[in-house]
């Protein structure tokens, strides 16, 4: 399986600021995901990073907020726009693999005051 | 809508122990894959298990075996000789899109499984 590192582990953030979050892989990938995990919720598909065009995002969340940017097939980063307090969870990408299995990064915790 | 059930929120067993985590899940497709997936508390997401729903046999990794009923649409996961470092959270997740490229998972809610020395 690929070796998906993410920056930055954690982070703490104003509200009305943007953050930046960076997915690394070590090999080349097709699809990348980027999910959000609510505090003591399950996973929520916020978008599939596409290599070369735009994102696609699922139903309740739009480019506007979440800006993603797939400049090559080993990475990808995520911006959480205009924060607020409900923004506050941990961010993590994943990458398909054979046998369509997805495997993750270590997430990105955010919290946002 | 496809839907991944996971009506056990918490559950916790003895050291040494088995313990079977229940999913089920709603779809109108024949062909797709199911997964559990541990996040221990360092929240590193781990595949444990996967399955292809054409196949009849049972998944096994070493301790992890799963009861894929297709026609009850479920899918339970057997951990066997529970050991500490078990403890996490468990989800069940399915692809319901198999060969469409997409490779969306569907997620439950999670079970938090803790296991007692």
């Known amino acids: 399986s690929a070796v998906i590192s993410q920056k930055p582990s954690r982070d703490i953030c104003q509200r009305g600021t943007s953050l930046t979050i960076q997915c690394q892989v070590d090999?080349?990938?097709?699809?990348m995901f980027w999910y959000r995990q609510q505090p003591g919720q399950s996973l929520t598909l916020i978008a599939t990073a596409n290599q070369g065009s735009e994102a696609t995002y699922e139903s309740g969340f739009v480019i506007d907020k979440f800006p993603i940017s797939r400049p090559n097939l080993t990475f990808s980063t995520l911006t959480v726009s205009n924060m607020s307090p409900e923004d506050s969870s941990i961010y993590l990408c994943s990458v398909g693999g054979a046998t369509e299995t997805q495997y993750f990064g270590p997430g990105t915790r955010l919290l946002v005051l | 809508a496809q839907t991944v059930t996971q009506s056990q929120p918490e559950m916790s067993v003895q050291e040494a122990e088995t313990v079977t985590l229940s999913c089920t899940y709603d779809?109108?497709?024949?062909?797709?894959?199911l997964f559990w997936y541990k996040q221990p508390p360092s929240r590193q997401m781990i595949l444990v298990i996967r399955q292809e729903a054409y196949k009849q046999q049972n998944a096994t990794e070493n301790r992890f075996s799963v009861n894929f009923q297709k026609a009850a649409k479920s899918f339970s996961l057997k951990i066997s000789d529970s050991q500490l470092g078990d403890t996490a959270m468990y989800f069940c997740?399915?692809?319901?899109?198999?060969?469409?490229?997409?490779?969306?998972?569907?997620f439950g809610k999670g079970t938090k499984l803790t296991v007692n020395p």
């Open positions: 779809t109108s497709e024949n062909n797709y894959y």
């Open positions: 090999s080349q990938v097709t699809m």
């Open positions: 997740a399915f692809d319901p899109e198999a060969g469409g490229g997409s490779e969306k998972l569907v």
